[in-house]
């Protein structure tokens, strides 16, 4: 993960992700979480998503990469928004929220790491809160410059799912290829 610890991989990853952010993935959670709502945005990198996400609700905004919230801190100076230093495999935090969001950032987690991070963000859930999280979609692990990529299919995300949880809705959606990846919604029970 030290991948993102590194500016000019940071910089390198801030150009490729020109021209993607979430507006379609939020405007499908704008469906099951109620304005206003307090949300912990996972993995924010530049923080489109995020700047998205604050138009709706009381947000959040954290990332592994102190790189990427300096970055947004300076672009956004005028902005006062939340923003932690936050590993998604352990989320070591006491607040709690309405809503764990992530756009293509769980993905870097090994399968066993992503079960340990749902069980957690179960802790860090109010009552009736909800995870929306999205993934690449496929059957494969690579490692690429030190970072995890596993890819998931509906079935597998199903079985990493405990009991504390209720399946909302599992779906895929086009990014860059037809049907290339997938989102998650979870109700904590």
Not at 26 to 55: F, N, R, T
Not at 75 to 84: A, F, G, P, Q, T
Request: include cysteine; hydrophobic fraction near 35%; glycine fraction near 6%.
């Amino acid at each position: 993960m030290s991948f993102y610890k590194n500016k000019e991989n940071v910089k390198k990853y801030i150009e490729m992700a020109e021209g993607y952010d979430g507006k379609y993935l939020i405007k499908i959670l704008k469906k099951y979480l109620p304005e206003g709502s307090s949300i912990l945005e996972l993995g924010m990198g530049p923080g489109k998503d995020l700047d998205i996400l604050s138009k709706y609700y009381e947000v959040t905004g954290s990332d592994y990469s102190e790189l990427f919230l300096d970055l947004y801190r300076e672009k956004n100076k005028n902005m006062n928004v939340d923003l932690l230093v936050l590993d998604a495999r352990t989320l070591e935090i006491s607040k709690k929220f309405d809503c764990i969001y992530s756009n293509k950032v769980l993905y870097h987690l090994t399968k066993s790491e992503l079960k340990k991070s749902l069980n957690r963000q179960w802790e860090i859930l109010n009552k009736d809160g909800i995870l929306f999280h999205s993934f690449w979609k496929g059957d494969k692990k690579e490692k690429q410059k030190g970072l995890n990529f596993v890819y998931y299919t509906e079935e597998k995300l199903r079985e990493m799912i405990s009991d504390n949880f209720e399946i909302i809705d599992i779906e895929s959606y086009t990014e860059m290829e037809d049907s290339d990846s997938l989102y998650l919604i979870l109700k904590k029970k």
